[in-house]
């Protein structure tokens, strides 16, 4: 690689900062690198860059336009700034283009996930008094697919969505429909997405910096909003690749045990799923509130019924049983089938009170593959 | 695995054989297609069509259950082209001579007769993948789930041992692993051979640190594994513990466990959700789920991460490993332990591998950034361990094994004329007991389905959409045909999901004489059109209905009537 970059050494100033850069670098990736705050809205590391929100523009000396950082690539002696009078004007009337057709308070914005926009627009002070236009994006209400909803209102048609599901996905879902400002985000014949080759990744709500794709359920059920829900770092508990995961929690659902309201991914390039999720690992959960979870022990009565019990009794009906069938037909007459769906701690109990409680070394985990 | 996920994307060839991918992991799938859109070369050896293939540079439409010749054949082109890395052979490896003559017979074309695969492609798959340097095979279920689902690990070791695609990124032999935590189960000894970190049960050394570090005598008797558990329920095992599964569900033939299952004296069970399994249980511990408790999963890179509490569980369900300290209490025992961290930092502390990790290690050094850390870990300055056999293959040389074709143990014949496969699809969970749950995953897929050639269809007058009967020798489900060329014609496959159709009735508990994993790939079945009922395809012979009702899995019965309208 590194051949072509004249061994790595090759080097571009911004702001004043002289730094080096690989073949094939963008100026938004050399100056990320570095701590070098630019702005963005469509960019994403795991797409090409696209260069469509024009948000990342800088200045670079010799080029008679400001370009964008992001599409932009690095090249040896280039001097950038990416702050000054020029950038800043630039930015805030595009940000104020932006603002005449997005609802500017988060109470409607915001029924989801945070909008990226108005926190840029907040940051960089934009005016937000250049009128209002009724948006000409359309929308697909009679999509029935459970998962996924789009909200024309705040799709700022940076096509991060349409890029994800067609570079990362590889299906292709969704795509840009129409011209102009009525450009928005469709399918194929406008079809509902359980209709189309979409397979529910939800990686286009992942990757949409305003929230316009959004998670249906969390919005039909009314939950709080994600700013206001609190991210637990966990593992997904579906397959082997062990995708990590944000539980959305609500702490004061549930009367106060709290409710997982939806999974978040990490952001891309911190974990090995790269900030991806699959249709188990982001949608799947409805079990844990399931209405048919067990909520007391269980113990089979003499008309072989089962009956709830206590902790205490269940544990000694358990233990009699199973110390019952060790008396009468010796340790090897029992079994322990454990589980890949539980925790290492979990399945080093089970083969240690096998081992050294029962002492039989008849065990072994469901799925053993 | 002996590679990393992230090493995917830079691989330039990757052979994926037995692993319906897109659907089975979907995260690993991204990493494949991204590899693809970077210039790797893909060939994807598997009897159906997947998706994947569609991606693949060549599609290899292997005869189910003929992998050995498949991999012998290329085994066969490998060294009779002089492709073999030789210093390799030489400096880290045993027994290539035994390889070497064996394959000698598995020529591409003789292989193409039984597998169906054009020599050629075997031939230009083999060069491909003895000539690219960060070469990778990944592999899944449909690899091991065969009665010689040993013999085709051992095969695909010997085409990675012969070229050296070994103990270098983006190389290697990469089983994904089905379940969350299958990698952690196995690593903290929930074995019926070895205790945590892969320590016999037989090896005096390890049975006397055990009992010293438990204070009890151990058995140096091997256990059985579960495949042999099921067979000998109620003639030899009479009372049976089991967490978070549904062995009734998962278990090949299981007509065959239910019956003993009525003849077992005492089964505890322990989970979220009162399963399939709940039928036969005297007493039923109810427990809480991933997102209720703490602890560690690993996943199939090796890489031990957190699971963190985020929710209470409801009502008085509580943590499997709360559960399990109490009811070892209850059985006389003195555990008091006050933490997951606690029951881990013992696991950690008689097994060398994990010793350099701890919960707090986790949750403190690495917050952002790949987290979790890999075992191999001796020390808690260890760094983790990226891939394995680096500086040489583990455990000293890596061995050649010879492996002979061996058929599957039931092959279509004229009662039963097709060959079916089982699988999962991308939208359910193995039995199902989460997703089954989720509404969205149940309108995707609604119901059981059975994929059919369309010549085996018209053969049998089955038009797609129409309910038909899938019967074994074992016993016989209802299910949705979808006429389809993904399958081989003579081929048929149906997912596992789904409780009302328990494609497990109908499949072959034949073991793995080694690992004792049961064929769930390929057995003899066939076909016939039903006329629609109300029942549909939510009925099957069985005691389903028969004790306790309408199971307690939440699936409501999906009126087939009207769905065929
Ligand atoms: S959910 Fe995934 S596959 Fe479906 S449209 Fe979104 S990105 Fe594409
Ligand atoms: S829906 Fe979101 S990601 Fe897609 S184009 Fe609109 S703003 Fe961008
Ligand atoms: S981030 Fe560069 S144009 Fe959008």
């Known amino acids: ?369 | 695995m002996t590679n990393s996920i992230g090493e995917i994307r830079d691989a330039d060839f990757l052979f994926v054989i037995g692993s319906n991918t897109s659907e089975a992991h979907p995260i690993i799938a991204m990493e494949m297609k991204r590899a693809v859109r970077d210039g790797a070369t893909m060939v994807v050896a598997d009897p159906r069509a997947i998706w994947m293939t569609t991606i693949a540079d060549k599609h290899l439409q292997i005869a189910p259950g003929s992998d050995v010749w498949l991999l012998n054949a290329m085994a066969h082109v490998i060294i009779e082209e002089g492709l073999v890395d030789e210093t390799f052979i030489a400096e880290q490896t045993e027994n290539f001579d035994a390889v070497r003559e064996s394959v000698a017979k598995y020529t591409p074309e003789e292989a193409e007769k039984i597998t169906g695969v054009p020599a050629d492609d075997i031939r230009w798959t083999a060069r491909k993948y003895a000539t690219t340097k960060k070469a990778g095979i990944y592999y899944t279920l449909g690899i091991t789930e065969h009665s010689h689902g040993t013999d085709n690990v051992y095969a695909l070791a010997n085409l990675v041992l012969m070229t050296g695609h070994l103990g270098k990124p983006s190389a290697g032999m990469n089983p994904l692993r089905g379940q969350n935590n299958v990698q952690g189960a196995n690593d903290a000894g929930a074995s019926p051979i070895f205790y945590p970190g892969y320590q016999r049960v037989d090896d005096p050394a390890a049975q006397a640190k055990y009992e010293a570090a438990w204070g009890v005598e151990l058995s140096p008797e091997p256990g059985m594994n579960l495949n042999e558990m099921m067979k000998v329920v109620g003639k030899q095992l009479f009372g049976l513990f089991v967490m978070g599964e549904d062995i009734v569900l998962s278990e090949p033939n299981c007509m065959e466990l239910e019956k003993a299952l009525n003849k077992n004296e005492f089964l505890v069970l322990q989970d979220a959700f009162l399963n399939e399994t709940a039928r036969f249980a005297n007493v039923v511990f109810p427990a809480g789920v991933f997102a209720e408790k703490e602890g560690v999963f690993t996943n199939s890179e090796r890489r031990v991460q957190r699971v963190r509490k985020a929710v209470e569980p409801p009502g008085l369900a509580r943590a499997d490993w709360e559960i399990l300290v109490d009811l070892a209490n209850a059985c006389g025992a003195d555990w008091t332990y006050a933490s997951a961290a606690e029951v881990y930092d013992e696991l950690a502390r008689h097994a060398p591998n994990f010793v350099g990790i701890s919960h707090e290690r986790i949750d403190t050094q690495v917050v952002d950034g790949p987290t979790g850390l890999q075992w191999p870990c001796p020390t808690p300055d260890h760094p983790g361990t990226k891939f394995l056999h680096e500086a040489g293959v583990l455990r000293g040389k890596g061995l050649f094994q010879p492996v002979e074709y061996r058929p599957s143990m039931e092959l279509p014949d004229e009662d039963y004329g097709l060959l079916l496969s089982t699988g999962r699809t991308l939208y359910h969970y193995n039995c199902a007991t989460q997703t089954r749950r989720e509404p969205g995953l149940a309108t995707k897929q609604p119901e059981a389905f059975v994929e059919i050639h369309p010549r085996d269809a018209k053969k049998r007058g089955v038009r797609d959409g129409d309910l038909v009967e899938l019967s074994t020798r074992r016993g016989s489900v209802h299910a949705r045909a979808i006429v389809s060329r993904q399958v081989r014609p003579g081929c048929i496959w149906t997912p596992l999901h789904f409780a009302e159709a328990r494609a497990n009735v109908l499949t072959n508990d034949a073991g793995d004489p080694v690992t004792g994993t049961a064929e769930y790939k390929v057995c003899a079945a066939e076909v016939k059109v039903v006329e629609a009922t109300t029942d549909g395809a939510t009925r099957f012979p069985g005691s389903y209905y028969g004790v306790g009702g309408p199971g307690p899995d939440g699936a409501q019965p999906v009126d087939a009537g009207a769905r065929a309208e």
């Open chain 1, 1 to 369: 690689m590194s051949e072509n970059g004249q061994n790595g050494t090759s080097t571009i100033e911004i702001e004043g900062r002289t730094l080096a850069f690989e073949a094939g670098e963008t100026v938004l990736e050399v100056a990320q690198r570095n701590g070098i705050e630019i702005p963005t809205l469509c960019h994403d590391p795991r797409l090409d860059p696209a260069g469509a929100c024009r948000t990342c523009l800088v200045e670079i000396d010799g080029w008679r336009r400001l370009a964008p950082a992001c599409a932009t690539k690095a090249n040896a002696g280039m001097k950038i700034a990416s702050e000054n009078a020029r950038i800043d004007r630039h930015r805030r009337s595009l940000l104020a283009l932006y603002m005449t057709d997005h609802p500017s308070d988060r109470e409607t914005s915001e029924r989801g996930a945070p909008d990226q926009l108005l926190d840029m627009v907040e940051q960089y002070d934009a005016p937000s008094d250049w009128g209002w236009l009724e948006t000409l994006r359309s929308d697909r209400p009679d999509d029935a697919n459970p998962y996924i909803h789009f909200n024309p209102d705040t799709c700022i048609v940076c096509a991060r969505c349409t890029r994800y599901c067609d570079e990362v996905e590889g299906v292709s879902a969704i795509t840009l429909a129409g011209r102009g400002s009525q450009t928005t985000i469709s399918t194929v014949d406008r079809l509902g997405l359980l209709d189309t080759t979409c397979e529910m990744c939800g990686g286009c709500i992942d990757v949409c910096p305003t929230g316009a794709m959004g998670e249906k359920t969390p919005l039909m059920r009314g939950d709080k909003p994600e700013r206001e829900l609190t991210k637990v770092r966990s593992t997904c508990n579906f397959c082997g690749v062990g995708c990590q995961l944000d539980l959305n929690v609500d702490p004061d659902g549930n009367d106060g045990k709290g409710r997982v309201v939806k999974v978040t991914s990490p952001p891309t390039g911190t974990t090995t799923n790269d900030g991806n999720l699959c249709v188990k690992g982001r949608f799947a959960y409805d079990f844990i509130n399931h209405e048919e979870r067990l909520t007391t022990p269980l113990i089979r009565n003499a008309a072989g019924e089962f009956e709830a019990a206590s902790w205490d009794e269940a544990l000694r009906v358990a233990a009699q049983g199973l110390m019952g069938v060790r008396d009468r037909h010796g340790a090897d007459a029992l079994a322990f089938v454990s589980s890949s769906r539980c925790t290492m701690e979990e399945n080093y109990l089970v083969q240690k009170l096998s081992r050294a409680v029962f002492r039989t070394n008849n065990v072994h985990q469901c799925a053993a593959t």
